[in-house]
């Protein structure tokens, strides 16, 4: 087992920290609540809470930059690109019927 040292995990935090609060433009020109990126963060941790390695954050920035799109969009959609939006909201659906306890 290897031990932690703290200076990598404070500076793997401000990294994350950085990551996430760039999101807040976006989500402050769609005019959303700004604890929108908590709950997203809080999201991933429950779906994806290890990253593939210890010191990585771009599975960070590229998970979390989808999940903000997807609750502020910035792009007009097509018509093929909303048959995924489709299988989202069942997904959605899907997954709050089967709430943990």
Known sequence: MRLIDAEEVE????????????HMELIGNRNRDPNLLV????????IDGNSPTEDDTQWFQQSLS????????????????????????????????????
Do not use: K
Request: proline share 2%; charged share 30%.
């Open 11 to 22: 500076s793997l935090a401000d990294s994350f920290y950085e990551i996430a609060i760039n």
């Open 39 to 46: 709950r997203a963060v809080r999201f991933l941790e429950l």
């Open 66 to 101: 989808m999940l903000v799109e997807l609750a502020c969009p910035s792009v007009r959609h097509t018509d093929e690109s909303c048959e995924f939006l489709d299988d989202l909201e069942s997904g959605i659906v899907e997954a709050r019927l089967e709430l943990i306890d």
